[in-house]
């Protein structure tokens, strides 16, 4: 028996019914994926009792020699990976990382562009019930009515009205790849800082599948555990001077990389979570492997594949297909609303989010829309030919959404079909 098996049952059942899960379903949420076993070791590891306060080199404990040797680790492979001057692996996750990015940047009440939650865009890009949108003013900007992509002309109209301090380049429900050229020429027109996001995209960027942001940004704000593989948690690269110091931080400020750092510890972290750091720094090392390009790349292929299968069985997807991990189904002329689909797909073994589409009639509550993506099936081994397989399981549901014996039926034939393939952290070891 393990340790944990032997001092709490109860747990243990829990986490033997998810594993039982995730071996017996099709995961198809864009922004989760398996970390290996490898990963999985170091975060579970005995770095998870260690105190760490401030920066190696500058810690508030003392025998923390060893720790300073892991997270320079994780931060030179960082720096490898993107090509970047400085990274910070500190953040919690995602949101705390964009949180110290806002805090490094500006000041409340600053102007901040991005592209709104409903088209695309996260909760910390500028939205309402969000300290994004309530902390600062929010200018939004817009996909294209037509190509339902992002309107760059317009966005450097909106940027030279506004004038924004900040605009953020990324997104959570956006299927193609962003311009980071054309962005940073209309951040240096309005003198704005500009900010990438690349919360999902950060493994496809590794393996060349997606431009990378470093270079043409200012800041680069990201999570650990999606495309990349990581365990949960955020890191954020940017470069080590302020190009708009005389702007923006007249006494003193010009070091930007030390003003991230700041943001992140003691502005709004305490200690970092150290087997976090340790587990980012196996997943990094495992992303400089040449395999991660190729599944990087399959990824993209296996996105458009599904793309492909779900566009020929007649359904709608905004933008029309995807470019990178991700693709959006649009329901909006289909009876149901994304919720509803979205659970009636789970009840068959393929779990996705319901996820708002451009110009969506229904409530945030329930959608018109449903996210699919590939990084998690990918892990799993599957390559195109199975998401062809993919779209006619999900086909049979929506078009048989209120019938339970369909349901059944599919749930048994999706369960056999991923019983061929391994589920790294779980058949791996
Ligand atoms: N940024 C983007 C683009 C995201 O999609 C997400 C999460 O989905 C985040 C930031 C926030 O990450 P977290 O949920 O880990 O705080």
């Known amino acids: 028996r393990s340790p944990l098996a032997a001092v709490d049952s109860r747990v243990h059942e829990v986490l033997l019914k998810q594993v039982r899960q995730e071996r017996t379903t099709l995961k198809l949420i864009a922004s989760e994926n398996f970390a290996s076993s490898a990963v999985l070791e170091a975060t579970g590891s ?18 923390n020699e060893i720790v300073d040797e892991l997270e320079n680790l994780a931060i030179e492979r960082l720096k490898a990976l993107f090509g970047c001057e400085h990274a910070n692996v500190q953040p919690y996750s995602g949101s705390p990382a964009n949180q110290a990015i806002y805090r490094a940047l500006l000041s409340p009440g600053d102007k901040v562009m991005g592209l709104p939650l409903p088209e695309g865009g996260h909760l910390t890009h500028g939205w309402s019930v969000n300290f994004s949108g309530s902390d ?41 790849v962003f311009d980071y050229a054309a962005m940073a020429e209309i951040a240096l027109e309005v003198n704005s800082y500009l900010a990438a996001d690349i919360a999902h995209i950060s493994g496809l960027i590794v393996a060349g599948g997606h431009p990378n942001p470093v270079g043409h940004c200012d800041v680069v704000g990201s999570t650990s555990h999606k495309s990349i593989r990581g365990p949960r948690g955020g890191f954020i690269l940017s470069r080590n001077e302020d190009r708009h110091q005389a702007l923006h931080h007249p006494k003193n400020q010009h070091n930007l990389a030390k003003r991230i750092d700041r943001a992140v510890f003691p502005l709004l972290q305490g200690g970092p979570h150290i087997n976090i750091i340790a587990g980012l720094a196996v997943a990094l090392e495992e992303a400089s492997h040449p395999a991660l390009r190729v599944y990087g790349q399959q990824i993209v292929k296996n996105a458009k594949a599904l793309a492909q ?27 149901l609303s994304g919720k509803a689909y979205a659970e009636r797909l ?46 006619a399981f999900i086909d049979l549901i929506c078009r048989e959404p209120a019938d339970p014996d369909v349901h059944a039926s599919v749930r048994k034939d999706v369960a056999d079909f991923c019983a061929a393939f391994d589920v790294p952290g779980i058949t791996d070891r």
């Open 46 to 63: 005995i770095f998870t009792n260690k105190y760490a306060e401030g920066y190696p080199g500058a810690r508030y404990y003392t025998g």
């Open 136 to 176: 600062y003013q929010r200018v939004p900007y817009g996909l294209h009515e037509n190509t339902q992509q992002i309107d760059y002309d317009r966005l450097r109209d909106t940027a030279n009205r506004e004038r924004p301090k900040l605009i953020w380049v990324g997104a959570t429900a956006y299927p193609r």
């Open 309 to 335: 299968a779900l566009l020929e069985r007649g359904y709608e997807l905004v933008t029309g297909g995807t470019d990178n991990h991700m693709l959006i189904l649009d329901l909006r002329d289909r009876p």
């Open 346 to 391: 789970a009840k068959a073994g393929i779990i996705t989010n319901f996820n708002m589409v451009p110009g969506d009639p229904r409530d945030p509550a329930v959608t018109s829309g449903i996210r699919l993506g590939t990084p998690a099936v990918t892990s799993k081994g599957m390559r195109q030919g199975e998401m062809v397989q993919i779209a």
